[in-house]
């Protein structure tokens, strides 16, 4: 079951193990017995001896992701309960076999106790990345379960853990194929056509956890003069246009982005003169045209990834939400967001508050935000909500 390896925490470091949570940190740990090496299966133990879990172990800030809080075999029958919970999960909230929307989040790492592991699905495709060693060494063995769960629903599955795993781990890891070859890459959610490049593109290939939050934006969007800044490929766009926007523009750094945006809005709406796309700086663009609209989405990449950086982070949301409301057009409708883990929800708010305040506008907040269903957040693991938005009236 283990490689005997036993790792005994500091008396009173058990009561967050004893409450679920899925992280042991390094600071908990009072001795480790046994030869260890980064990705190893571990048994987690008491101060005096009691066993609480299996799990996953690594060096950082992090040591163990636990995997369970039972003795048992953590083998290919193990993972075949814990994908059947996840697709199971799914299922209940109408993501299996809906004809409208073949694309979804299936496994959200700890939301669906595997920490390490995201799996995202395409109209068939699975795409896989590894976020801890210990995930990655059992690669083959997640590759049968998830054949095993899926059956003839699953044509495909691609690793896209090159990016994803701990730079020292010195994996030398690379993306690749596991099973099945690469089928089309259209996708269809909530009726709306979209190419996803999931080989060359941010995360698993389309920001899938915004597809409430695009839905709400469709309810907002008719008559009104759109810009998707930070639209990568293009998902607020497609809504809004599909909801009656009189204007959409679409702007992002990175050209290939602008490239599939093109792309998804032709595949929905050919030859439609409302959209136009601009490859260009935010801030640059707020100069320029920012004053042009009244309704803006900001969605920009995560500007904190690790703590160290988060006062930075902080600025550079209040940074660009003073834009944002200080340009929009009075009565404008302001959706923004931030997905960086280490930015809490009130940390987020408190600079959008800021950047309000700065304005001198009276900023009303009608909606606030998270991830939708099938990105699932373990109430023992409240990090797991990463996603925040907020829904503001400018006036």
């Known amino acids: 079951m283990t490689k005997n390896i036993q790792f005994t925490l500091k ?7 004893m409450r679920l949570h899925p992280w042991v940190f390094s600071g908990a740990i009072k001795s480790i017995s046994g030869e260890v090496q980064e990705g190893d299966l571990v048994e987690v133990l008491s101060n005096h001896g009691e066993f609480l879990g299996l799990g996953h172990c690594q060096p950082g800030s992090i040591a163990v992701r636990m995997l369970s809080f039972k003795k048992e075999e953590i083998n290919l029958d193990f993972w075949i309960r814990k994908i059947e919970d996840a697709v199971r999960l799914r299922q209940n909230v109408g993501f299996i076999d809906n004809p409208k929307t073949n694309v979804f989040r299936l496994i959200n790492a700890e939301g669906d106790m595997m920490p390490g592991l995201v799996v995202d699905y395409y109209n068939g495709t699975a795409i896989l990345q590894m976020h801890s060693v210990g995930m990655y060494l059992i690669r083959d063995t997640l590759v049968e379960a998830l054949k095993k769960v899926l059956g003839n629903k699953l044509k495909c599955i691609y690793d896209k853990s090159e990016g994803t795993l701990p730079f020292k781990a010195g994996m030398d890891a690379k993306s690749e194929y596991l099973f099945g070859s690469p089928g089309e890459n259209k996708v269809i959610e909530n009726g709306n056509t979209f190419f996803i490049d999931w080989e060359e593109g941010q995360k698993t290939g389309f920001f899938i956890d915004q597809r409430e939050n695009r839905k709400l934006l469709g309810e907002y969007s008719k008559d009104r003069k759109v810009l998707n800044m930070f639209c990568y490929t293009g998902g607020f766009s497609v809504y809004a246009m599909r909801a009656g926007a009189s204007i959409v523009h679409s702007v992002d750094a990175s050209k290939k982005a602008i490239e599939l945006t093109d792309k998804n809005i032709a595949a929905n709406f050919e030859n439609d003169n409302r959209h136009a796309s601009f490859a260009e700086d935010a801030f640059d663009f707020f100069n320029r045209k920012g004053q ?15 703590l160290k950086v988060l006062d930075n982070a902080l600025q550079g949301y209040k940074r660009i939400n003073r834009e944002a409301i200080e340009k929009i057009s009075p009565g404008g409708i302001l959706f923004t967001f931030s997905c960086s883990q280490v930015v809490s929800r009130e940390n987020f ?14 900023v009303r907040i009608l909606h606030q935000m998270s991830q939708p269903a099938d990105h699932p957040i373990s109430i023992y693991h409240p990090e797991g909500e990463y996603l925040k938005g907020l829904v503001l009236q400018v006036d």
């Open 292 to 306: 042009d609209y009244d309704l803006i989405v900001l969605d920009p990449p995560a500007f904190a990834k690790h």
């Open 11 to 17: 008396s009173g470091k058990e009561i967050s193990l």
């Open 349 to 362: 708010r408190k600079s959008v508050f800021a950047a309000a305040a700065s304005s001198g506008r009276n």
